[in-house]
Antibody, heavy 121, light 108 residues
Framework: QVQLQESGPGLVKPSETLSLTCAVS?????????WVWVRQPPGKGLEWIGS???????YYNPSLKSRVTISVDTSRNQFSLKVSSVTAADTAVYYC??????????????WGKGTTVTVSS | SSELTQDPAVSVALGQTVRITCQGD??????ASWYQQKPGQAPILVIY???NRPSGIPDRFSGSSSGNIVSLTITGAQAEDEADYYC???????????FGGGTKLTVL
């Protein structure tokens, strides 16, 4: 059974860098799939942040690209998210997920439970 | 602004059929996936591809597509189906994912 678990600080100061990790169990990241970060501000909808393949190739939301870095650590079977220069607008529940990708189809079939990050001084 | 458009809210009487739609130009080229999210919980995948359900999703959930509109249909809605529903697909570049704004389903 594949499981994903987010971890990281729940409180980040404005202008600093938000760092989260998603630990994957029950499946080897190096075996394939895309690995995704999605966030949800309080009371709002889902927002795709970015995706990384097991090889390390990445795609980022154009609206966040200048501040976001996603990396993968196959030796630890985990992937990570960094968002720099955070503001209150980055306050959200952050989810990691596994994504299957095909020529015309993509879907996120396994999700972590999410972790709440608040940006405040 | 999202490139996938959903109605903000839809309601359905218990046991009746409801259709939730998602509209976007990229849907002419790519399939959409649908996610159900209940308060305080992570989203779960309910429909993907042409009309596929993951294991454990009731067969009252189905998907369809016509032109630039994809639909999630719940046939015989149950009280436990009350949730937010999000569509997801790609933007016009084909590489970036995008979510619709979400539809809040109320079962009356």
């Amino acid at each position: 059974q594949v499981q994903l678990q987010e971890s990281g600080p729940g409180l980040v100061k404005p202008s600093e860098t938000l760092s989260l990790t998603c630990a994957v169990s029950g499946y080897s990241i190096r075996s394939g799939y895309y690995w995704v970060w999605v966030r949800q501000p309080p009371g709002k909808g889902l927002e795709w942040i970015g995706s990384i393949y097991s090889s390390g190739s990445t795609y980022y939301n154009p609206s966040l690209k200048s501040r976001v870095t996603i990396s993968v650590d196959t030796s630890r079977n985990q992937f990570s998210l960094k968002v720099s220069s955070v503001t209150a607008a980055d306050t959200a529940v952050y989810y990691c997920a596994r994504e299957r990708w095909f020529e015309r189809d993509n879907y996120m079939d396994v999700w972590g439970k999410g972790t709440t990050v608040t940006v405040s001084s | 602004s999202s490139e996938l458009t959903q109605d903000p809210a839809v309601s359905v009487a218990l046991g009746q059929t409801v259709r939730i739609t998602c509209q976007g130009d990229s849907l002419r080229s790519y399939y959409a996936s649908w996610y159900q999210q209940k308060p305080g919980q992570a989203p779960i995948l309910v429909i993907y591809g042409k009309n596929n359900r993951p294991s454990g999703i009731p067969d009252r959930f189905s998907g369809s597509s016509s032109g630039n509109i994809v639909s999630l249909t719940i046939t015989g809605a149950q009280a436990e189906d009350e949730a937010d529903y999000y569509c997801n697909s790609r933007d016009s570049s084909g590489n970036h994912r995008v979510f619709g704004g979400g539809t809040k389903l109320t079962v009356l």
